[in-house]
């Protein structure tokens, strides 16, 4: 017996009536994006990897998927190369491109290369795969797509208020109820500095990053391995546990801070940006959280985080500001602003919590039964008709038992069957089936697009 194929640990099939649920994500989220000015992008699933080394920290680099030279991609190493069996070193010897690990690094090339091109501030939206080669588990994926918009040549902080709402508006479309938790590099750049430790900023970070899935006993003794001392782990802790809104918050940062002008500047960014949403308020909850570090080592301002309320998940949304990004392809002074969607974690939230539109217009709304050749063809050009004003409509390929035909309906949810036998082509109507109901009626073409339609 031939083996049955299978798929790689963390990647998915999508049958049709899953992709139906996922491109109304993405509808969804790319309305929104519309909405707010941004235009499509798309760029190649893999990149060089001089240009995806060194931009998301070392951990991130270890998750890289790298690809193999074409042709004999040995051919040119030294037998005592091959002997050392050092797999960093021969690794860039015999690869030269990897699969992009998200959307954002491959987006700042873009703009460098094609920067002559451009009106900035650039807005641009992009949906597509990426690939980490990370440990599957629930909710994390090896490809999984992103649904990212930034916005890149602006200082302007009215774009991270922008970013917060268009966040309001997709989960409020998608009925999730979420809270989006926000913080600042510039305060967590101040902190390192004010326990006396401004140069493990990416060390304390990384494990900061960690409180909520590792909890707060297991990131101290990170730190400790870090070689941050008790002294300094004790001054950290009434920092990131301080308690009242996000006023009261960045008011007892300010003097927490006053020696850090580093500090002092994330925090006037933050109020600047709840000074914004002030004006323009949002329905979601806009929480401070100084835990909130993200590890990717390019952000340098604000940073964003979103959460489901109502399913135990990572994070479905993440993004922050980064001023460097472009400076690293050779484009200096380049400040830009983005978030990234989830989509696959947006599926599972929703799919759990069955939040998918029942009724869904993208699939089959009518069928046509075939009864034979002669009524085949009086049915063919009704079809066309239907499909003229937009109704998704099938014709049955062949004469089959009318059980096979029903069942076929019912097994693709299609919510009408018409019925067009000699009698109903002697008057000149459709028997129009209600497939939920059981109801059936005669009538004729312009009602039945009525009805389809509504």
């Known amino acids: 017996m031939a083996q049955i194929p299978s798929i790689p640990k963390g990647t998915r099939d999508y049958s049709p009536d899953i992709m139906v649920k996922r491109n109304y994500i993405f509808d969804t989220i790319k309305s ?45 190493v030294p037998d005592n190369e091959l002997a050392e069996r050092n797999s960093i070193r021969l690794t860039n010897r015999i690869a030269e491109k990897g699969l992009r690990y998200d959307l954002t690094v491959p987006f700042a090339r873009f703009v460098v290369q094609h920067q002559s091109e451009l009106t900035f501030p650039f807005k641009r939206y992009q949906i597509q795969p990426v690939w980490r080669a990370d440990r599957p588990q629930k909710g994390r994926y090896r490809e999984f797509y992103q649904c990212d918009v930034d916005v890149v040549g602006s200082d302007s902080l009215l774009h991270e208020a922008e970013l917060i709402q268009m966040v309001d508006e997709v989960y409020r479309r998608l009925n999730i109820r979420v809270r989006l938790l926000i913080n600042n590099r510039k305060i967590l750049a101040g902190i390192a500095e004010t326990i006396g430790y401004p140069d493990k900023l990416t060390d304390i970070t990384v494990a900061i990053d960690k409180m909520d899935k590792i909890g707060g006993d297991a990131v101290n003794a990170e730190l400790r391995e870090k070689g941050i001392s008790e002294e300094a782990i004790a001054r950290l802790q009434p920092i990131l546990n301080l308690q009242g809104n996000n006023a009261e918050k960045l008011e007892s940062l300010r003097t927490i801070l006053a020696d850090s002008p580093v500090g002092q500047k994330g925090i006037e960014e933050l109020a600047t940006v709840f000074g914004y949403l002030d004006v323009q308020p949002v329905a979601t909850e806009v929480k401070l959280d100084l835990t909130l570090a993200r590890g990717l080592s390019y952000y340098t301002g604000a940073i964003f985080e979103v959460k489901a309320l109502d399913v135990q998940i990572g994070s479905i949304t993440g993004g922050g500001r980064y001023d460097d990004l472009t400076g690293i392809f050779g484009l200096k002074n380049m400040s830009g602003v983005g978030i990234s969607f989830g989509a696959d974690r947006i599926f599972d939230v929703m799919q759990q919590l069955d939040l998918f539109p029942k009724d869904n217009t993208t699939t089959t709304r009518v069928l046509f039964v075939n009864f034979g050749a002669k009524e085949e063809r009086y049915c063919l050009p ?19 038992k009318m059980k096979k035909q029903m069942g076929y309906a019912d097994k693709k949810g299609i919510p009408f069957v018409a019925l067009v036998g000699e009698s109903e082509m002697q008057e000149g109507v459709i028997s129009l089936k209600n497939m939920a109901t059981g109801e059936q009626q005669n009538v004729p073409l312009a009602q039945v697009i009525e009805i389809l339609k509504n």
């Open 382 to 400: 009704l079809v066309a008709q239907l499909r003229a004003a937009g109704i998704n409509t099938e014709l049955y390929p062949e004469a089959a």
């Open 32 to 76: 929104v994006f519309k909405l707010y000015g941004y235009l499509p992008l798309e760029t190649p699933a893999m990149e060089n990897l001089s240009t995806l080394m060194g931009k998301y920290g070392e951990e991130g680099d270890k998750l890289l998927f790298k690809i193999l030279n074409s042709g004999d991609f040995l051919a040119s």
